[in-house]
């Protein structure tokens, strides 16, 4: 898969704050010289232009990653890139270590998933209307629009 097929180089980015929020969580957990130049009471910080270096590296490996899980999925015929895709692109390009931690984000996400309300689920015993029919329903809807309608043209003539 080539750039042209991602849109090219300059329709991709990382939101930048978010990217700065990470590097602000994770710096004060790396091990480094307290004695060190730089930064206030000899914490680490980060350069904007490192910060968009790394934006291009992440970017970078997003389109190595993908470009290997399409290939994984496309060789087994399969028009949906599956986990397992993700992961056996992990260990070819040498990141297999990674894995572990791409499953516990997967299994946050199932459990976040699981939890989600469905459409359906919210109507359920809903203040009754869970047991009228569809078209009373609408009818309804559109008396309730009416009466809407009505205050709106009534308020504006009044204006």
């Not at 710096?27 to 790394?54: I, V, W």
């Not at 946050?108 to 359906?120: C, L, Y």
Request: glycine letters at 12%.
């Amino acid at each position: 898969m080539s750039d042209k097929d991602f849109g090219g180089n300059d329709d991709l980015s990382l939101p930048k704050a978010t990217v700065q929020k990470i590097i602000s969580e994770i710096l004060p957990q790396l091990p480094h010289d307290p004695n060190a130049s730089g930064g206030d009471k000899g914490e680490m910080t980060f350069t904007r232009p490192a910060r968009d270096l790394l934006i291009s590296c992440s970017l970078e490996f997003l389109r190595m990653l993908s470009s290997e899980s399409n290939d994984i999925s496309e060789k087994e015929s399969k028009k949906t890139i599956s986990v397992e895709h993700v992961e056996q692109a992990l260990t070819d390009l040498g990141f297999g270590t990674y894995i572990d931690g791409c499953r516990g984000v997967v299994g946050e996400w199932q459990e976040v998933q699981k939890k989600r309300v469905g459409r359906g689920e919210k109507m359920r015993n809903f203040g009754g209307f869970d047991k009228m029919g569809e078209d009373e329903l609408r009818k309804m809807q559109e008396a309730l629009l009416g009466e809407a309608r009505g205050r709106m043209e009534g308020g504006s003539e009044a204006q």
